[in-house]
């Protein structure tokens, strides 16, 4: 087997110089598409125009910085590929310093700690702060969700429960100790309060902290989650939202289930502005990223799905009344914020472009919404540093960098281009019920009939797009599935039912999951469609997925052994079984119970004939290692072949690069095995 046949990379960099092939031709390796630089955690010092990321390369992650218009300039000087995350970046608002923490993990911040690189010793999670002018980092302690006072002079950050403050020269002092863990810490505008969401478990509370006299207040506490807390501008008054989970099976006309609440930041008096009407639009669902702003013309600015969509509306302060929709149409909303004055909501999205994003303007007093990013890119996470705007920008070839919104898009750092890269494209197709799916096409560089492969992502409140991901999970499965198509394999990467960007009919679709796996008939069908293309070898069709797509991975190989001639199972569930509401009766629980079963992989296995290649990392904190081990011995018993690579230590989204590797190695052996027969 040729592991070099078809790509070639060209790496240009912006003021910068980059180590590797430099000339078009270059013939690389897996590794080589997998090593490619990757930029993650945006971040934007609010008074100057000065931003700050992470780059990732081959795993060697560093943090670097550029003000617009002048060179990126690197803060950091790790050098392993460690498995030692770096997140939470923090300006302060000067610019002068920034912020960060390494080690831990991001998505679980005070769960134990990971050592993905199987240290003597399990590393820590430290805060650090660096000048953005120079010199090294200098350690402030364990902790994380570090947070700059409005004057930059003291940093505020927690762990396990706790908030410790910490200014130069002197020592961190524990603040105060909660029972849950502490989230959206934030200032008020004053310096005299600190803003917190109290998570625990099954509830939240949004609590406020007083420097001064140590006194803790708890804001309207209830029965639910209260989140997304916002100062009003001048710190008198807090906005949050509070929802709580609709009963399983509860009809979608039913609630209400989520309110916006403002509360009194002295006294902590409270009451209800808003409350969702029933209908559509009547749970509670997010954008990926903060989700309550509080304008400087005292409107509360938060999503709703009223359309059927997720959109921003705009609610007044002070008297309630009906919110406004500030944007419209059959798109979603991915993310949002205000500009440094207040006055114009930037948002991502995908209108007018289903499968990409790209960055807008409105203004909150009206007039239509200006498209700041256009094309065949894709422009996420938009930040504001000063009056400058910066985004996370990828396309087909060129992988997530940061770039400067101008008159065009200005790269802000390196930008890598893979040359050689099929262009994938949008198909649609429809399942067996009449639901159309949509999906990305990766033509495979073969003549005549040639093998195929289904990717199916993860979530699964996911989307895959028409180019590089802004995640970096989703960026090595992209570049995995552009080098399976260099290889000969033609890929489909379908955007099944229950995932995001095409509305919340298609997200909420009923029966999905522990609920039918409805999900799977989108599967099935993007199998059926390969199988009836006159390039395709039906009778040589795979399919692999990582965690809810490693379910259904899973499940089609146990369903569906005849259309699935193998397939690649990265940290999969493989039963849903867990407990039901104690609201449901004793027989709706027993009926619950046996949905999940007949919904699992599990429930199958007597129809597996297809061989597996089973991954998974042993601390993995999103789905349990245990249900890879219970599969295995279950096909053991059945002699149902299977592989397996196994990665101690390590966590769902593979911490280190060489896990990466290792795992996208076997996969394309075992495809080629499998699917061509060929011996690697």
């Known amino acids: 087997m040729n592991m070099l046949r078809g790509l070639w990379l060209i790496f240009c960099a912006a003021g910068l110089a980059l180590s590797g092939p430099s000339a ?10 997998l090593a490619l630089p990757v930029a993650s955690g945006l971040a934007g010092a609010r008074d100057v125009p000065r931003f700050a990321w992470v780059e990732n390369i081959a795993g060697v992650r560093n943090i670097w910085t550029a003000d617009r218009g002048a060179p990126a300039r690197r803060l ?18 000067n610019g002068r310093h920034l912020a960060f923490v390494a080690g831990g993990d991001g998505e679980f911040p005070d769960d134990d700690r990971p050592n993905a690189g199987q240290g003597a010793e399990t590393p820590a999670q430290q805060v650090f702060v660096v000048a953005t002018d120079g010199g090294a980092p200098k350690r402030v302690g364990e902790g994380h969700s570090p947070a700059f006072d409005p004057k930059g002079e003291r940093l505020a950050y927690t762990r396990k429960g706790e908030i410790w403050l910490w200014h130069a020269g002197a020592a961190p002092r524990r603040l105060a100790e909660v029972s ?10 004053d310096g005299a309060r600190l803003l917190f969401v109290d998570n625990r478990d099954d509830h939240s509370f949004v609590a406020l902290l007083d420097i001064a006299s140590a006194r803790l207040t708890y804001l309207d506490p209830g029965l639910g989650y209260s989140v997304e807390p916002a100062f009003s501008p001048d710190g008198r008054q807090v906005a949050f939202i509070r929802y709580v989970d609709p009963p399983q099976g509860a009809d979608d006309a039913a609630g209400p289930y989520w309110s916006i609440r403002i509360a009194d930041a002295a006294s902590g008096a409270a009451h209800v502005l808003w409350t969702a009407p029933q209908g559509i639009g009547g749970r509670y669902y997010g954008t990926r990223s903060r989700n309550l702003f509080w304008s400087s013309a005292g409107e509360i600015i938060f999503p709703w799905e009223r359309s059927g969509w997720v959109h921003a509306y705009a609610l007044d302060a002070k008297n309630g009344g009906t919110p406004r929709a500030l944007t419209r149409g059959a798109f979603e909303v991915e993310s949002f914020l205000l500009d440094a004055p207040g006055r114009n909501l930037i ?19 009206g007039g239509a919404p200006e498209a700041m990013t256009q094309g065949e890119g894709i422009e996420s996470n938009p930040t ?23 008159r065009q898009l200005q790269p802000l750092g390196k930008i890598v281009e893979a040359q050689g890269f099929v262009t994938p494209e949008a198909v649609t197709f429809t399942a067996e019920d009449g639901v159309q799916v949509h999906g990305q096409l990766f033509l495979g560089r073969a003549n005549g009939k040639r093998p195929a492969i289904v990717f199916v992502h993860g979530g699964p409140r996911r989307q895959m797009l028409l180019g590089f991901h802004p995640s970096g999970y989703y960026s090595n499965t992209y570049a995995m599935n552009q080098y399976l198509a260099a290889q000969g394999y033609t890929v489909l990467a379908v955007n099944y039912r229950s995932g995001t960007g095409y509305g919340q009919a298609f997200r909420e679709a009923r029966d999905t999951g522990r609920g039918g796996a409805s999900e799977y008939r989108d599967v099935l069908a993007a199998g059926r469609w390969l199988a009836a293309r006159e390039d395709v070898d039906a009778a040589r069709i795979g399919i692999w997925g990582g965690s809810w797509g490693g379910y259904l991975t899973a499940l089609a190989l146990a369903r569906d052994s005849a259309l699935f001639a193998a397939g690649v199972d990265l940290h999969g ?21 046996q949905l999940q079963w007949d919904s699992s992989p599990m429930a199958a296995l007597d129809r597996w004939k297809s061989p597996v290649l089973l991954i998974h990392g042993d601390d993995d904190r999103n789905v349990p290692f245990w249900q890879s081990l219970l599969l295995a011995r279950e096909l053991s018993a059945r002699r149902i072949p299977f592989q397996e690579r196994t990665f101690p230590n390590e966590r769902h989204s593979f911490f280190r690069h060489q896990s990466w590797l290792l795992s996208m190695e076997a996969t394309e052996a075992f495809f080629e095995a499998t699917l061509r027969g060929e011996a690697k």
């Open 384 to 406: 504001i540093a000063g009056d400058a705007l910066a985004v996370i920008a990828s396309d087909a070839r060129r992988l997530a960098h940061p770039a400067l919104i101008a």
């Open 24 to 33: 078009a031709g270059d013939r690389v390796t897996l590794a080589d598409a």
């Open 573 to 593: 569930v493989h039963t849903l079984l867990r407990t039901v509401p104690a609201s449901l009766s004793p027989k709706a629980q027993e009926a619950a119970r």
């Open 347 to 365: 948002y991502a999205s995908n209108a007018g472009d289903i499968d990409r994003r790209h960055v807008w303007r409105q203004r909150l007093d």
């Open 76 to 93: 950091t000087a790790y050098s392993a590929d460690d498995g030692q995350q770096l997140y939470d970046l923090m300006f302060s608002d």
């Open 180 to 189: 849950g863990d502490v989230t959206a810490l934030q200032w008020s505008p």
